[in-house]
């Protein structure tokens, strides 16, 4: 009878041998062998993972955050804890992405030192938005005030002070969770700049920070000429359920060019809800039927959101008092 750790053995020898293809049964085999394992498992894989050609531990990881992304039972926590650390820039990155459902706090000082001092620039935005999630969380009162503070203290220091405009730019889109007092500030003179990524960034934070005062900016922001400031500011006005919004959504459902400020259009109209949107998403499903199933189900879930917001909304109307 084969046993688990034989199975794994003979997985880790067809990672190292660049003559076997790495075929998606063989990844898929991975993915599962990988996913809640025992760090202790882990040891013989680690003991060689830089023997194993660097193109195929890209592909083994690549592999295993598509994996993570379609299936909510997978857990690749054990590997990519110690992958934190590797001499890989893109490892290191991909490490980040598997842990991006991590809460616990025992890793909050790695990620907070790895966000201001990794040498990759995508390693350090792929954890500053990371520990935006965990600002989230603290707002919440589901981490420690301490570590909250800690992590704050250290966006703000990149926000404010880092030599990469992009580091800036994902620092104030992670401090849109956050209360602090220094945070509307920063998101003003972002809105200010004129550059489109600086203007998409303060609007991902306004739509994070569940603050009314930005209305004006989202509403300037739908029809700003770059698509990239309309798609932040569309799921930003999603997010603040901003009826304002809802005519130039409603607008733009037959005149948007751009396919992913669209998609967000029709997200952010099932989160706002209200006057003729569920007119509107039903004619959309009514074109879409049986020429694209992406598009449907996408619609098909909408719809199902709109049913969730409006119900939502139903209640709020309710004295319970």
């Given at each position: 009878m084969t046993t688990f750790q034989d199975k794994f053995t003979e997985l880790i020898a067809i990672l190292r041998d660049e003559d076997q293809e790495l075929s998606s049964e063989t990844l898929a085999e991975l993915a599962e062998a990988f996913s809640d394992v025992v760090p202790v498992h882990l040891k013989p894989l680690l003991e060689v993972w830089e023997e194993i050609?660097?193109?195929?531990?890209?592909?083994?990881?690549?592999?295993?955050?598509?994996?993570?992304?379609?299936?909510?039972?997978?857990?690749?926590?054990?590997?990519?804890?110690?992958?934190?650390?590797?001499?890989?820039?893109?490892?290191?990155?991909?490490?980040?992405?598997?842990?991006?459902?991590?809460?616990?706090?025992?890793?909050?000082?790695?990620?907070?030192?790895?966000?201001?001092?990794?040498?990759?620039?995508?390693?350090?935005?792929?954890?500053?938005?990371?520990?935006?999630?965990?600002?989230?969380?603290?707002?919440?009162?589901?981490?420690?005030?301490?570590?909250?503070?800690?992590?704050?203290?250290?966006?703000?220091?990149?926000?404010?002070?880092?030599?990469?405009?992009?580091?800036?730019?994902?620092?104030?889109?992670?401090?849109?969770?956050?209360?602090?007092?220094?945070?509307?500030?920063?998101?003003?003179?972002?809105?200010?700049?004129?550059?489109?990524?600086w203007k998409a960034s303060a609007l991902l934070a306004m739509g994070r920070s569940y603050d009314e005062r930005w209305q004006e900016q989202i509403l300037e922001g739908l029809v700003h000429e770059n698509e990239i400031v309309r798609l932040a500011a569309t799921k930003s006005a999603g997010n603040l359920s901003l009826a304002l919004a809802r005519p130039i959504l409603l607008k733009n459902l037959g005149e948007e060019k751009d396919e992913a400020v669209l998609r967000v259009s029709i997200w952010s109209l099932s989160e706002i809800g209200g006057e003729d949107v569920r007119e509107h998403l039903l004619s959309l499903l009514d074109q879409f039927e049986g020429e694209d199933e992406e598009q449907e189900a996408f619609l098909e879930d909408a719809l199902e959101n709109l049913d969730f917001t409006e119900g939502v909304q139903t209640l709020a109307t309710f004295d319970f008092d």
């Open positions: 050609p660097l193109s195929r531990r890209h592909s083994l990881l690549t592999h295993l955050k598509r994996e993570l992304d379609a299936n909510l039972l997978y857990n690749f926590n054990a590997l990519a804890r110690p992958l934190l650390h590797d001499e890989d820039g893109i490892t290191r990155a991909y490490a980040i992405r598997l842990l991006a459902d991590y809460r616990r706090e025992d890793l909050v000082p790695i990620f907070i030192d790895i966000a201001l001092n990794d040498p990759e620039v995508e390693v350090r935005t792929d954890t500053i938005s990371l520990l935006g999630i965990y600002v989230y969380h603290g707002e919440l009162e589901e981490i420690s005030a301490k570590n909250l503070k800690k992590i704050e203290d250290a966006l703000l220091e990149i926000a404010q002070n880092a030599k990469r405009v992009k580091l800036k730019q994902y620092a104030i889109e992670a401090l849109g969770f956050s209360s602090r007092e220094e945070v509307p500030a920063l998101i003003a003179k972002a809105w200010q700049e004129e550059p489109a990524m």
